[in-house]
């Protein structure tokens, strides 16, 4: 079992930053993908951004230029810097970690709140 801690959610007004960070427990530099996925009251998870284990990154369109992903293999740590944030970046955050193989692991979930 992989344990996933995220940290770097907080209250912040719209068009300030927050970075999102995720430890993991094992070595990531054999995962096959992994990313951060925000979720809003009984709306689906959707994926915000990944990276895979060859460095391709993907945003989802509504973060392209303001959200970067990136990691540490030296950490085990995934981070998400996020710029110019909207009160519609509102959600509950989580890292995810494929090491493929049917092996996925979610952590916790950290909130992040962008006030108007």
């Known amino acids: 079992q992989v344990q996933l801690v995220e940290s770097g959610g907080g209250l912040v007004q719209a068009g300030g930053s927050l970075k999102l960070s995720c430890t993991t427990s094992?070595?990531?530099?054999?995962?096959?993908?992994m990313g951060w996925f925000r979720q809003t009251g009984d709306k689906k998870r959707e994926l915000v951004a990944s990276t895979t284990r060859d460095d391709t990154t993907h945003y989802a369109d509504s973060v392209k230029g303001r959200f970067t992903i990136s990691r540490d293999n030296s950490k085990n740590a995934l981070y998400m810097q996020m710029n110019s944030l909207k009160p519609e970046d509102t959600a509950a955050y989580y890292c995810?970690?494929?090491?493929?193989?049917?092996?996925?692991?979610w952590g916790q979930g950290t909130q992040v709140t962008v006030s108007a």
């Open positions: 995810y970690v494929n090491y493929g193989l049917g092996e996925k692991y």
């Open positions: 094992r070595s990531i530099s054999t995962v096959y993908i």
